[in-house]
């Protein structure tokens, strides 16, 4: 029997009007519906395998004036496009009815989460760091590392590479939502080893002019403010904001360092303390502006500017002792250091749609400019078994100014090939250029002198181009298909180029790379699926890095970069299973990651007991485990989230060293508690737990802290008060134990 095809187009006026419920029925019972579905974000609805005959079709949504149209399939026209319904806006409606409806913090899609920001209430008012540490399956340590399953993931905003990759200057006030895509598709970056964490700024999607202020404040170890306006009109064929933030913060730190040498008699115990005292001053200035051309072409017009001003007072503390605890030598080091920093980031996008929606083209290209001065004055004061002053201070002082430039240029087209499978295919290039200049001065006979030892220009550029392709299809029935899958390739080659003016080190890489992807989703039920997925990635390392400069802020503790890092390659295996009933929903995933040529930071002792630590490429590592998230609603009272991850790690990194290699299995586990207590009421409670991950001379200690947040609406809903105290018991610390055959 040959079957007939209906679709349409929901729009108020050139608006395309989405989750509108498309019912149809047959026209002899106009009682009983045959299929039922909801426009998308396109207003685009379609119903298949319908029988011929005569129907009436209803499109329904509250705020609108229901609609109904008669639509007859017959053998000569089994295909019925009803092209742009028009739907008529019910004045009335809108005066009398109230939505109201619980946000859902989780959002499941085929390739990760979605994160809805402001449904995360005890981080309003911090940074998207704060906003991360409590986010599902994302482990953050309290000197603000970011790892998913143990790696550093790549992190986007709006999705696209920008020199806005430090989190502690995004307010999470400004975040709309937080992506993440574990294993990523060929579409993506290949530079995704651990994941992307993409984070969508807000953005204006209501009509006609709005305005929204937020003001908080807080008090800690140290004091903050924070404020942020946000201003919008959206009307015919323009959609404009414009938004400000800011956040004045304190913050302290306390270090305790101890150390024993096990080949230095002289210098056998190291007990270091430090104290951090810390004021940050971030402001940040949003504008964007879309244009619709035409109801199928939009242009739109991003640009964003951070400006930085942060010091930083450290006091530093160190005594040295011989084996049998003899009194060798003190001393105490101050170091001020002022940091000011500009960014600006600029993008133009056009997006392009068809009459069949599934077709689409987008192209866009940004740069993101990124310039920053930081001075720092040390003084050090040698200081006798009593703490007596030992002659005169001896005085250093180090600049780094460091100007960077992402660009990035994308275009994506989407083509149907058949009435069950697109094409996808597009091109992406990146271009960053970093230069870096860092001089050591030491005060000789009341005179600055360079040190050329700890001084040096860096410069570093970076080209990748990258083509892909890949099939998205699927089985079956549209609304409910029996199996999704996605075939895809990424070609990328890369050309980067790097100088060390004071060693006259060059580094000149290139190298070209097959990235093959696939991931596969078997519906048992509508609402049950397996998923398997493969993916190679690469992991390049990041500027920081790559730059060679030494800091020396502690003069036996020191860090510095390293230029010659080659990329390291990664084979992602994961296998996942998605399940949701009426008030539960459950997934649980098993994962295998090998990555070849690691980068990770290796530490030695040198003969005058400096601790000196950078990077390097190790032999391999292998990452194995199981990633699980629950979310019920148990009641109108009470709703939780509940996410934790298991897994081994085993690090090699036998061509560096016999002894440099470790093996922890490691665990996360997050609990998200919502309360109504009342109406308009919401109570949060956040528990949080990271267990100790492996390095590759040894481990990284556990991280734990508990958080609530309360949140009352007034003023008819259009305003909200919050109260948030982060970390209860005080019980936030981060830390590392290295355990060699030197130290």
């Known amino acids: 029997q040959k079957k007939g095809i209906i679709r349409g187009k929901a729009l108020d006026v050139t608006i395309p009007v989405e989750f509108a419920n498309v019912l149809l029925y047959a026209k002899s019972d106009s009682r009983k519906i045959i299929k039922n579905t909801v426009t998308d974000s396109t207003g685009f609805f379609v119903f298949t395998s319908l029988s011929l005959g005569a129907y009436s079709l209803k499109i329904q949504l509250i705020g609108y004036v229901p609609k109904t149209i008669d639509i007859r399939l017959n053998t000569e026209d089994q295909l019925i496009d009803l092209g742009k ?49 409590n986010t599902p399956t994302v482990a953050v340590d309290a000197e603000g590392g970011i790892t998913l399953r143990g790696k550093t993931p790549l992190i986007l905003i709006n999705g696209r590479n920008s020199s806005l990759g430090n989190m502690e200057q995004i307010q999470a006030n400004s975040i709309e939502s937080i992506e993440i895509i574990n294993n990523p598709s060929a579409q993506y970056d290949a530079d995704a080893e651990g994941g992307i964490i993409n984070i969508v700024l807000k953005k204006n999607q209501q009509n006609g002019t709005n305005g929204a202020v937020a003001l908080g404040t807080g008090y800690g170890a140290k004091g903050r403010i924070n404020s942020s306006l946000l201003l919008s009109h959206k009307a015919g064929k323009w959609n404009i904001g414009l938004s400000y933030d800011n956040r004045f913060a304190g913050r302290i730190r306390k270090v305790d360092g101890d150390r024993v040498n096990f080949n230095i008699p002289g210098q056998y115990y190291l007990t270091q303390r430090r ?10 200035l949003k504008f964007n502006v879309d244009y619709a051309l035409n109801p ?9 500017g951070t400006l930085i001003d942060e010091d ?28 000011k920093g500009r960014i600006g980031e600029f993008a133009l996008i056009y997006k392009r749609k068809f ?37 005169n201070p001896f005085l250093q002082r180090t600049y780094n100014y460091q100007t960077s430039n992402v660009n990035n240029l994308q275009l994506d087209y989407v ?81 980067n180029k790097g100088r060390v003016i004071s060693n006259s080190l060059a580094v000149d890489n290139k190298y070209f790379n097959l990235f093959p992807t696939a991931n596969i989703a078997y519906y048992l039920r509508p609402n049950e699926f397996l998923k398997l997925s493969y993916g190679r990635r690469i992991n390049r390392p990041g500027l920081g890095a790559l730059n060679p400069f030494t800091d020396i802020t502690d003069s036996l503790t020191q860090r510095g970069g390293n230029p010659q890092l080659k990329p390291e390659l990664v084979h992602s295996l994961e296998l996942g299973y998605n399940k949701e009933w ?35 490429n190790f032999g391999n590592s292998v990452t194995y485990g199981s990633e699980n998230i629950l979310t019920a609603y148990l009641s109108k009272f009470w709703d939780f989230n509940l996410s934790f991850s298991l897994f081994q790690q085993n690090i090699d990194g036998s061509n560096v060293g016999s002894e440099v290699g470790n093996s922890v299995f490691s665990w996360y586990g997050k ?73």
């Open 582 to 616: 009426e008030r539960v929903s459950f997934s649980s995933l098993l994962f295998y990651r090998r990555a070849n040529n690691i980068i990770q930071p290796f530490t030695i002792l040198r003969a005058d007991g400096v601790l000196f630590t950078q990077p390097l």
């Open 312 to 339: 930083n007072d450290e006091a530093l503390t160190n005594l040295v002792e011989t084996q049998n605890r003899s009194f060798t030598n003190k001393y105490t080091r101050r170091s001020i250091e002022l940091r």
């Open 296 to 304: 199928k072409n939009t242009l739109s017009f991003e640009a964003i």
């Open 415 to 495: 083509l149907p090939i058949s009435q069950r499978s697109v094409l996808e295919t597009g091109y992406k290039g990146i271009l960053r250029v970093l230069g870096t200049d860092f001089q050591s001065q030491d005060k000789v006979n009341g005179t600055y002198i360079p040190n050329p030892k700890t001084s040096n220009i860096f410069d570093f550029k970076e080209q990748i181009h990258a083509v892909y392709a890949q099939i998205n299809a699927f089985v079956g029935d549209k609304q409910s298909p029996r199996m999704r899958y996605t075939f895809g390739l990424r070609a990328e080659q890369v050309w």
């Open 85 to 133: 319904i028009s739907l008529e806006t019910d004045a009335k409606l809108l005066k009398t009815v109230e939505v109201t409806a619980r946000k859902a913090l989780i959002q499941r899609t085929p390739q990760g989460l979605i994160i809805n920001a402001s449904a995360t209430l005890t981080q309003q008012g911090g940074t998207a760091t704060d906003l991360l540490r």
């Open 275 to 284: 104290f951090d005292d810390r004021i940050d001053r971030n402001q940040n």
């Open 671 to 743: 609990v998200i508690n919502n309360f109504t207590l009342w109406k308009g009421s919401k109570l949060q409670l956040i528990g949080v737990y990271n267990s100790p991950i492996a390095t590759p001379q040894g481990e990284r200690i556990a991280i734990y802290n508990a958080d609530v947040g309360f949140q009352q609406k007034m003023l008819k809903g259009k305003g909200r008060l919050g109260v948030i105290v982060t970390d209860i018991f005080n019980t936030q610390r981060s830390g590392f134990l290295w355990d060699t055959a030197d130290f």
């Open 355 to 391: 009459e069949d929606d599934r077709k689409s083209l987008s192209a866009n290209a940004s740069s993101s400019l990124n310039n920053n001065k930081e001075n720092t004055d040390i003084t050090t004061q040698t200081l006798l078994e009593n703490g007596s002053l030992l002659g």
